[in-house]
């Protein structure tokens, strides 16, 4: 059977665009659907745009490989495409004795995850780099830093498009089937209309919305379960006030969340959050701003006593694209091929919560790998 496009990939978030961008510069044929009229309008401008160093996970999983090898692919990409990001480095806070064992936890992680720059300051030393955090002792961290990820976005468009590739904005997939020869056959719906597109190799990298179309997929092998998505929203706060940091600042992360830390964005801005609802809606409210306002205060004032606490504004909000529940061990990320669902030229995504915008162009690369397409746009970047 003929074929409409060799690769359809579904979502055009930091994910999608960054394996479109992957296969496209290497000469594939590719179109990227998309059900708003734009890119990145979930969870790609709703985050920290933090670029991790990879300390938190655990060794040998995705998370802690895409995230070591995504932050210097990241570093290089910006420098080539003129990408703004700013490596201010972060400070990992114990703000009691008692966290103090914790923080040797994580450095001992980072350091099986091959993060070798960390380095332990003491309070004096903390108090010099930032004379307004209140701790006992620090982990500095050198590598992680910020990056503008609508800017990022917006160079992997274009290297998508120059390279011959396609962005179907206002397009949703609303069905898949398969032929017999094991093509694709989706129905996309965009405005009162459906229509059919078919394609040979399949990508999903719908975030949220990666769980209903996996289910769409008429030829998962049997035993094969579909990962479910167990939403979990993030809030953030910004401060009206100018802050006095140039480092971004970190609690002590709990199992399932960073915990509330100070981040900057480009223009020097402070923002806290995010914060961790579980179970909540797929809707970006921003709920209860008094009484969350009164816990972020509480929580960044063990670091910061000196906050302003009338100068927190509530943001915004992002939504973390879990899949295990509250309560349970975190996942890593999934990235499923042939291997796993038993369907050819089908690639699908789930959980790729953080730190998947520092990951983006190593999964891109392993998205392209499983396809058999050799990694492009990650091995140019980091040479
Ligand atoms: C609160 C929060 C903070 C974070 N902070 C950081 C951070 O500081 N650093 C970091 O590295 N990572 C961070 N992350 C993680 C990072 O933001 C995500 O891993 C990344 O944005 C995921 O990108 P994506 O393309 O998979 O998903 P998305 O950006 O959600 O893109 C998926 C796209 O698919 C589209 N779509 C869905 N269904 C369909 C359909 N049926 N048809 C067509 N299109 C469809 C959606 O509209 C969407 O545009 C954070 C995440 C959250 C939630």
Redesign the pocket.
């Known amino acids: 059977m003929s074929v409409d496009i060799e690769t359809v990939v ?9 394996i479109a961008a992957e296969l496209a510069q290497d000469g594939q044929e590719v179109l990227v ?4 009229r734009t ?14 160093a990879g300390i938190y996970y655990p060794q040998g999983s995705l998370r802690a490989k895409h ?1 070591v090898s ?1 932050r210097e692919r990241l570093y290089a990409f910006a420098a080539q495409y003129h990408v703004p990001v700013n490596r201010c480095g972060k400070l990992l806070v114990a703000t009691s004795e008692a966290e103090i064992p914790q923080l040797a936890a994580i450095e001992a992680r980072a350091a099986q995850n091959g993060v070798t720059d960390l380095r332990r300051l003491g309070r004096d030393e903390v108090r010099a780099l930032e004379p307004d955090v209140q701790c006992v002792a620090a982990t500095l961290s050198p590598s992680t830093g ?1 990056i503008d ?1 609508h800017a990022f976005m917006a160079a992997l468009e274009t290297i998508l498009l120059e390279s011959g590739g396609e962005v179907a904005f206002n ?4 069905g898949i089937e398969q032929a017999p020869g094991g093509e694709f056959q989706l129905s ?1 719906s965009s405005g009162d209309q459906v229509s059919n597109l078919t394609c040979r190799r399949l990508v999903n ?6 769980s ?2 996996g289910r769409m997929v008429t030829g998962n092998r049997r035993d094969y379960v579909v990962p479910t998505l167990y939403p ?3 809030h ?1 706060f910004s401060l009206s006030a100018k802050a006095p940091f140039k480092h971004l600042i970190y609690p002590m992360p709990s199992p399932d969340a ?1 915990g509330v830390h100070l ?1 900057l964005d480009m223009s020097g801005a402070a923002r806290f ?2 914060d961790i609802l579980w179970q909540c809606d797929l809707d970006y409210g921003f709920i209860d701003a008094d009484a969350r306002r009164e816990v972020f205060a509480k929580e960044i004032k063990r670091y910061w006593p000196a906050l302003p606490e009338a100068a927190l504004a509530p943001a915004y ?5 879990k899949i295990y529940p509250q309560g349970t061990p975190a996942a890593d990320f999934a990235i499923h091929g042939e291997e796993q669902h038993g369907v050819p030229g089908f690639v699908a ?1 789930y959980g ?9 162009l190593a999964i891109a690369a392993h998205v392209a790998d499983i396809l058999g397409v050799r990694p492009a746009i990650a091995s140019t970047a980091s040479r």
Request: aromatic share 2%; with cysteine; proline share 4%.
């Open positions: 579904i979502g055009a978030g930091v994910i999608g665009l960054a659907i998309e059900r708003h890119f990145g309008a979930e969870t790609s401008s709703r985050n920290s745009e933090v670029i991790h995230c995504g910020i990820g397009s949703g997939v609303v996309v990298a719908a975030g949220l919305g990666a209903g179309i979990a929203k993030g953030y960073l981040t959050g995010p909000t992002g939504i973390r694209p995504l790729i919560e953080s730190p998947g915008l520092t990951s983006a």
